[in-house]
């Protein structure tokens, strides 16, 4: 069982520039998240995806898009990078029922020059 | 006022200390009580979870839930230097949104 995987690690991209953040997760896990944190501000959620087929804005959803492809994979689209964007992006997941908790990946760092 | 107060630290105790942790939170609908563990430059795991009130020991770790103070506390005793890290408080209504504490960072002095 691999968890949670992101792609990439790492990015680099300019203003204006676009990029997908690519999330799977091996688990059967219902539910998927997306945060960005940020020095001083935690963990703060983008979007999730309480099942399949469904998504819902978060805390900071502006500038931001997502996919839930499938079960497995739930994706998080740039647009037009900002340097505001600049962060490390985390994808969770959850299985589903009041009594469970999310599981991380290990983050993209990005950075918006 | 954020929904989650967590002191940022950095803490600093030495070897084999026991290690206090705390965390306040606003909103009395709050049922479900998280601790997360992060190291430099990895995704956050989960260490701890409760529901409600009370206690829950698990090893060297101790997750404490006082509901009518709003306040979440963990202990870890016999601290080692491995502990070294951010710990993340989190809370939940039970459902999909987890509100995060900006977490506390902690370092063990061998």
């Known amino acids: 069982n691999a968890g949670v995987t992101q792609t990439p690690k790492f990015q680099v991209l300019k203003t204006g520039q676009s990029m997908t953040l690519q999330c799977a997760q091996d688990?059967?896990?219902?539910?998927m998240y997306w945060y960005r944190q940020d020095p001083g501000m935690g963990l703060r959620l983008i979007y999730y995806s309480a099942s399949e087929g469904t998504t819902d804005k978060g805390e900071v959803p502006n500038g931001y898009n997502v996919s839930r492809l499938n079960k497995r994979e739930f994706s998080l689209r740039l647009e037009s990078a900002a340097p505001s964007q600049t962060s490390v992006y985390f994808c969770?997941?959850?299985?589903?029922?009041?009594?469970?908790?999310?599981?991380f990946g290990p983050g993209t760092r990005l950075t918006v020059l | 006022q954020k929904e989650v107060e967590q002191d940022p630290g950095p803490l600093s105790v030495p070897e084999g200390a026991i290690v206090s942790l705390n965390c306040t939170y606003s909103?009395?609908?709050?049922?479900?009580f998280m601790w997360y563990r992060q190291y430099s430059r990895k995704g956050p795991e989960l260490l701890m979870y409760?529901?409600?009130?009370g206690n829950k020991e698990d090893g060297r770790f101790t997750a404490q839930v006082d509901k009518s103070s709003k306040y979440i506390s963990l202990f870890i005793r016999d601290s080692q230097p491995s502990d070294s890290a951010t710990y993340l408080c989190a809370t939940s209504k039970g459902t999909y949104k987890y509100i995060f504490g900006t977490g506390t960072r902690l370092k063990v002095l061998a």
């Open positions: 688990m059967n896990h219902n539910s």
């Open positions: 909103n009395s609908a709050f049922q479900y």
């Open positions: 969770a997941s959850r299985k589903g029922g009041s009594t469970d908790t999310q599981y």
């Open positions: 409760t529901y409600s009130s």
